[in-house]
């Protein structure tokens, strides 16, 4: 049974608690902890509170709207107090509330409401005199606020002289302050570039900005304003209801929110609610809730206010998009490129309407820009369809046996070794073509035109046969048999035989074709070209070093590096041999002729060729020595032109390029 002590001593905590948080997000900038977890602490009070009145406390923060002011800033009296809004989390609250209000009216009769987003940012009063812009104050504690008049004064969608000519003589604007996502994203990018911390959250982002001292840093920041209400007024009639009010400021020239509604009863409220939780992530401006006012400005006045907050007025809170877990573990994943992603194995948390218990950490790099560790405290978000990310580490809750995460040298897949480029932020698996995690990927470029042009094999028709067991490696293609393909869905027989046949044909192959077909990181055709052209064997090739690679034209020391790192597994020499065993091969690489007209000499190809394709007469060049380029420069030394050539030819022409037609291709082609 819990004791009157027991329950002074988590009032006590819980307002220490509070009071920390409320200094590191008001005073600090700096905030530790995500909105839901301060909205539970603060409802845990409050609780306790009212079941026991006696440990009502002046200092207690349910007492108060906001922290303490700065002493940097100027302080402000609110003419008229800037009350917080209570909130509610589901449809029952929501109801609970509209009963309140009913049961205070003494209607039975469904009520009118004002309905907008409840944005993510910082509140702001804009007093007007005579229409002119004369000071802006934050909340600060609801009575006092800080003077930014400076820094809001750079925010151009805020007015600095109100439109019409029915303004009175002093209205105080109420609004909200905030950041929207791609000045965020922007922002958050400079700040990284010139090595500063980053934000958490567009709403911290809005806060830091609007406090700064130096309004010419305020006016470089992306703020932005939507209006939802008037404070103090004088020399002019308060409009009868709010929704009358918003489309008074909204001529007077302020930005008011686009989703703003008025609403009759339950029905229509959750009808809201409904609708804007699902344009919530396509917004382009984080919002936390909704904002549901009692519309009739008199039924205001009658409801009145409590202690803290308007009884006409409730703030019904959207499932939190950042909370507090664990980091239980960080593993590797290994994607379909080969890129190594760590993801952090969370102790599950509920955020963003779903239960999320994994979170990317992108590479290696981001891990030490934020410091996870594992065992850390850290807050996860999750917006929408958005794979939940870690954006910030709690190092107040760092236990001593937090554990460093260190990036395998291994692949945990095929125990390839893992690389690392200098000025890289991505790890690799060196495995290629031979790793399981990017086995379809790699089998689709084995068999694409440009490798082993397998007529047939299409992207699809892979991915069944790696699904279904069929095919682990490219040598496992050519053991198939044409009724094991023709069980495969939406192949028949024929289709069967026809591929069958395409594989066939497929093993007789050029050793540049084959060299290209093995995905050897950062070798395409060229260098394909011209190592089979420099070594002539598949050997020679693979017992040469870094040092020797370098030597080949188009080959520098990190893909050099890449193709020794390849040949150097053994796994991936246990499938070259196995593809040799099932009978892929090619006629012995002849070195071009140094005595041809095209050796050594660029050349481009354009136009309908009558007597062979281009890409034979590519393959034919290429044999003999020529570079083979796909577009005209000052350094092209020939265009052969087909028939209906166009803008190659053009442009050789302009730039004096010799241009030949097929029958001179021809005579180099056949030349002894």
């Known amino acids: 049974m819990t004791t009157t002590t027991e329950f002074e001593q988590r009032a006590a905590e819980l307002r220490e608690l509070i009071n920390h948080y409320n200094y590191l997000y008001y005073v600090a900038d700096n905030p530790e902890v995500p909105d839901a977890e301060y909205d539970r602490l603060f409802r845990e009070l409050q609780e306790l509170e009212q079941a026991n009145p006696e440990l009502l406390t002046a200092d207690s923060p349910t007492q108060r709207v906001g922290g303490e002011v700065l002493q940097k800033f100027a302080e402000v009296e609110h003419a008229m107090p800037m009350l917080s809004l209570d909130n509610v989390f589901d449809q029952d609250e929501l109801t609970a509330f509209d009963k309140r209000v009913r049961d205070w009216l003494n209607t039975d009769q469904p009520q009118t409401y004002a309905a907008e987003p409840k944005l993510d940012g910082l509140a702001i009063s804009i007093r007007y005199e005579n229409g002119v812009l004369v000071q802006a104050a934050t909340r600060g504690d609801g009575s006092r606020g800080e003077d930014v008049t400076a820094n809001v004064r750079t925010i151009k969608s805020v007015p600095l002289r109100l439109q019409g000519d029915n303004i009175p003589a002093v209205i ?9 996502k791609a000045g965020f994203e922007k922002l958050n990018q400079t700040q990284l570039e010139n090595n500063k911390k980053a934000f958490v959250n567009p709403r911290n982002a809005a806060a830091g900005s609007l406090r700064q001292l130096d309004s010419r840093i305020t006016a470089q920041r992306p703020l932005d304003i939507y209006c939802y209400g008037i404070g103090y007024l004088e020399g002019m009639e308060r409009p009868e209801s709010h929704s009358a009010s918003m489309r008074l400021i909204e001529k007077m020239g302020c930005r008011i929110s686009p989703e703003l509604r008025t609403l009759t009863g339950l029905a229509e409220c959750q009808d809201y609610i409904n609708w804007l939780g699902e344009r919530r992530d396509s917004l382009p401006y984080d919002i936390d809730g909704v904002v549901f006012k009692v519309d009739s400005t008199g039924l205001q006045e009658r409801l009145g206010f409590v202690s803290r907050a308007p009884r006409w007025a409730i703030a019904y809170k959207f499932p939190a998009q950042e909370e507090m877990t664990v980091v239980e573990d960080i593993e590797v994943q290994v994607g379909r490129t080969g890129a190594l992603t760590p993801v952090a194995r969370l102790k599950p948390v509920f955020v963003g309407g779903v239960t999320v218990s994994n979170a990317t950490l992108h590479n290696e790099d981001e891990i030490r820009r934020k410091d996870v560790h594992i065992g850390d405290t850290v807050i996860v978000r999750r917006a929408g369809d958005v794979i939940p990310e870690i954006v910030k580490v709690i190092e107040s809750k760092r236990p001593e046996s937090v554990r460093e995460f260190v990036m395998p040298t291994q692949c945990p897949i095929c125990g390839s070794d893992v690389e690392r480029e200098d000025g890289e932020a991505v790890s690799r698996c060196s495995g290629g073509l031979f790793c399981a995690a990017q086995r379809k990927e790699a089998i689709k470029h ?14 699809k ?8 067991g069929m095919i682990k490696n490219p040598a496992d293609l050519f053991l198939l048999s044409a009724e094991e393909i023709a069980g495969l869905e939406r192949m028949g027989q024929k289709s069967a035989e026809n591929l069958v046949n395409a594989l066939q044909a497929a093993r007789e192959t050029r050793f540049p074709r084959f060299l290209y077909a093995l995905g050897i990181r950062e070798v395409g055709e060229a260098t394909a070209r011209s190592l089979a052209m420099h070594f002539h064997d598949l050997d020679s090739l693979m017992q040469a070093n870094e040092e020797a690679l370098v030597e080949i034209e188009d080959v520098g020391p990190v893909v050099a590096h890449h193709i020794e790192t390849f040949f150097q597994q053994e796994h991936n020499r246990e499938v070259i041999q196995r593809l040799l065993e099932v009978g892929v091969n090619w006629p012995q690489e002849e070195q071009g002729s140094t005595s041809s007209v095209v050796s050594g000499k660029t050349i481009v190809l354009t136009g309908t ?28 030394d020939y265009v052969v032109a087909g028939a209906e050539a166009g803008s190659k030819l053009t442009k050789a022409e302009s730039l004096g390029v010799p241009v030949v037609d097929e029958d001179t291709l021809i005579e180099w082609l056949t030349q002894e």
């Open 461 to 468: 028709l892979v991915e069944q046969m790696v699904d279904s």
């Open 609 to 636: 060729l009558d007597k062979m394709s281009r890409s034979e007469a590519k393959e034919k060049l290429l044999a003999l020595g020529a570079k083979v380029a796909g577009s005209v420069s000052k350094k092209t």
């Open 446 to 459: 084995f068999a694409s035109r440009k490798a082993l042009d397998i007529d047939g094999l299409g992207d």
């Open 172 to 180: 105080e604007i109420r609004g909200e302050i905030f950041m929207p």
